[in-house]
Each structure stands twice: as C-alpha cells, then as structure tokens.
C-alpha cells in the first residue's frame, strides 16, 4: 500500500487531545494496549520502569525495541511522527507523567507506537488495537526496508519544515491545533514537490521501489486485554479534536 507521508502530521493533530491526556496524565494511559504491551515487554527482560529509564540504549534483539517499531511506516514514518510531537511537547514540557521515563523514551516506545497502531487500524479498518499491534509488529521488517529514513529525502524534510512551521505560527499567535491542522493542510497545496537533488533531472527516470500488500488480519481475542481495557480504548476514542 502507498504510504501518504504528507497526511502523517495532519493524522496526529487529529489524535491531540488524547495524547495531551497521556502526556500530563499518568491514569490515563492505564488499560491502554499499547502500555500494558510495552510493561510486559519490561518485564519479560526484567527491567522495572525505573531500572529501564536508566539505560542509554536498547539492544536490536531486545523485544522492547522490535515491538517500538511501527510496521509499514518504517523509520520514516516513526521520524515523522516524532518531530510532530517534539513540536507540540517539546522536551521541556513540564509534567511527571512519564516520569521516571524520560520524554524521548515515553515518545520512542510508548507514545510513538500507541499512535502507529491508531493510523494502521484506520487504514485497514481494524477495530481491535491488538489486532493493529500484530500487523505493526509483523510488517516492521518490510517498513524498515521500504521505508527508511534517508538524509538525503526530500520528501521528509519538508514535512518536517512544514509541520515545524506551523505549529511553531500555533504557539506564537494562540491558535487553536484544529486551525493548525488547516493551516497545514494548505500549506501541503501550496508547496511544490521539491525534486531529489540525486537525480539528474534533465533525464528523469522513475525509481523502483518494492511495495507490500497488507491485509487485515482475523479478528481475536485480545491475549490478556481486558474488556476494562478494550472499554478505556473505546472511550478514548471518540474524544474529538479542540
């Protein structure tokens, strides 16, 4: 499936007032899927939260790291996602929340993969997010392959311009997240595509690239998800955006 990487920052703003609540709000994070996944993940390496907040990385073999990836959306996707909310709640941010995580670690494997699962269940109309979680954990070979972050893309560093741009005229003039979703919005039709700089233009040449076709999976039974559980995502949910 073709990933529109423009329309990612859009997707979160849509998704702010639930994560301000899991920013600031300790309790609001508890019976989410993807925070019960990421504390059994600890758990299974024998780390407390306290004991992981301390570390300075995390081994590629470790499944705290493999199941931080975000499937099809690769290391891109997962780049993009984090500018975005750098720019909303920037490392400064003043909240214990996390705590004793920093915000970059609550970003990397809570938050980041919390959304991920979000934008997969739209785009393969899933309503179980453990059934999200399993196509972002099996397709995150594929999106590190077909999706990497490059310093030479373009592409990426203009949406990063973009967004920055934006929600920086937010902070500075009062807006509200839903005129900087407009805002970028017309940025996004305003912009030219700018072209890679790696290619010689006088003789242009579409470049290969492989793709996946994803499917959605069989609905389950969420493996030791509550309907407390299930019920807090729901509700989560259907709060809408300021």
Known sequence: MRINFEEIPNRVLKLYNELQRIVFDKAARNGLFLWNS???DLEFEGYTIAQFSRLHSVPMTSPIWRNSRIGYYGPKGTAIIMHTLIQLFPFTTLTDAFQPLSLRQYFTYFVIPHIACRLIA???????????????VESSNVGE???SERDDDNELDLIKHRTMLVLRQRALGGRTIHDAAKALVSLQVKTPDVPDASVDQSNPRP?????VILYPPKRVAACGASDHEEASENQVCSNTVN
């Open 145 to 147: 392959l077909i999706n």
């Open 207 to 211: 470049r290969a690239k492989p793709h």
């Open 38 to 40: 990421f504390k059994a």
């Open 122 to 136: 739209e785009d393969l109309s899933i309503s179980a997010t453990m059934n999200a979680y399993k196509v972002m």
